[in-house]
């Protein structure tokens, strides 16, 4: 029995611009500009190479001299038409390139989509809590909260270190807000600019909670939820 050959997915990937419809499109358009340069040079050859006869006496010179000419005027031509469509395969290959860049991008957009949207399918109702610990000043973060941030599975950032993906034009309200309310007992409530730690897209939020206490009357925690706002990023203001 043959063997089927296995071919390593990496070689795949090595040649792949994009999806399956963008490499068809690619290649194909790469072996018709092919196809068509060696189409346009054996053209030129067969204008190049024309048998050579006998000589012609002096009284075809005349007809010779038109000949030539008429030659010279259709290499011209073909001259002309070579240049025109290295143009047009110069500028093929720039719009190819910008495609291929903007495919790029959208891919990773769609990447981050798809990740929101795998994780709103298993939705339930602590995805958008968080809170902060009074004593450890550690932040406890849903499955989604944690992604959505950029940290780790399963871990609890602790608020000094976590405070650095907040924009640094909003660090210091934001920790004002927290201690406002540990001291105070005010409702928490901010809107920020956040940048992942995983270098995904920077991202409005908006927190809002309230102070929970022991019987005792000392500050627990500060719980609530965020949102994603869907307004115009602060950055852009």
Avoid at 28 to 34: N, R
Avoid at 71 to 78: I, V, Y
Avoid at 172 to 187: H, I, L, P, Q
Wanted: some cysteine; hydrophobic content about 40%; glycine content about 6%.
């Amino acid at each position: 029995m043959t063997t089927p050959i296995q071919l390593d997915k990496s070689i795949f990937d090595y040649f792949s611009v994009g999806g399956v419809w963008q490499n068809i499109l690619f290649y194909a358009a790469i072996f018709c500009l092919l196809y068509i340069n060696i189409l346009l040079t054996r053209r030129k050859k067969s204008y190049k190479l024309q048998p050579v006869g006998d000589l012609p006496d002096e009284k075809d010179e005349s007809a010779l001299t038109t000949a030539d000419s008429a030659g010279l005027k259709t290499n011209a031509a073909l001259n002309n038409e070579i240049a025109t469509l290295r143009n047009e395969l110069l500028a093929l290959g720039e719009k190819l390139e910008l495609s291929y860049m903007k495919s790029e991008r959208l891919n990773g957009q769609l990447s981050e989509i798809l990740d929101s949207v795998e994780l709103t399918m298993v939705y339930d109702h602590t995805l958008w809590d968080w809170s902060l610990d009074f004593s450890s000043k550690e932040i406890t973060l849903s499955e989604y909260g944690l992604k959505l941030f950029g940290f780790p599975e399963n871990t609890k950032p602790v608020l000094n270190e976590a405070i650095h993906i907040v924009d640094p034009r909003h660090q210091a309200a934001f920790m004002d807000a927290v201690e406002k309310s540990f001291n105070t007992g005010a409702d928490f409530s901010i809107t920020c600019l956040v940048h992942p730690l995983n270098g995904s897209q920077s991202k409005e939020i908006k927190a809002a909670g309230r102070v929970y206490y022991n019987e005792y009357g000392t500050p627990l925690k500060l719980s609530g939820k965020f949102s994603i706002t869907h307004t115009e990023p602060l950055m852009m203001r």
